[in-house]
């Protein structure tokens, strides 16, 4: 995916994976220079690709709930001992 620094998802998402997916909101020839980048090299977008499906999958509301949770649960544990 390639947003501009606008996006909400740039430095939550992309920027995590690729930095260079991110351009400048409005900035049409950093658009077309990080266009013509990511398709020059196709091994490297689909690398790219792959790495973003398994940040996502990492990074999933549900995992972050998950381990939110979690911690919790540890914390509790934690105090009711030291009552």
Known sequence: ???SDQVGA???LVAPVRAEFVFPAGNVTA???TLRAAFANRDQL????????AYVERH???RLIAATVDAVRKAVKVV????
Do not use: C, W, Y
């Open 1 to 3: 995916m390639i947003v």
């Open 10 to 12: 740039a430095r939550d």
């Open 31 to 33: 658009l077309a220079q």
């Open 46 to 53: 689909r690398e790219t690709g792959m790495r973003g499906f």
């Open 60 to 62: 999933s509301p549900q």
């Open 80 to 83: 009711q001992r030291g009552k």
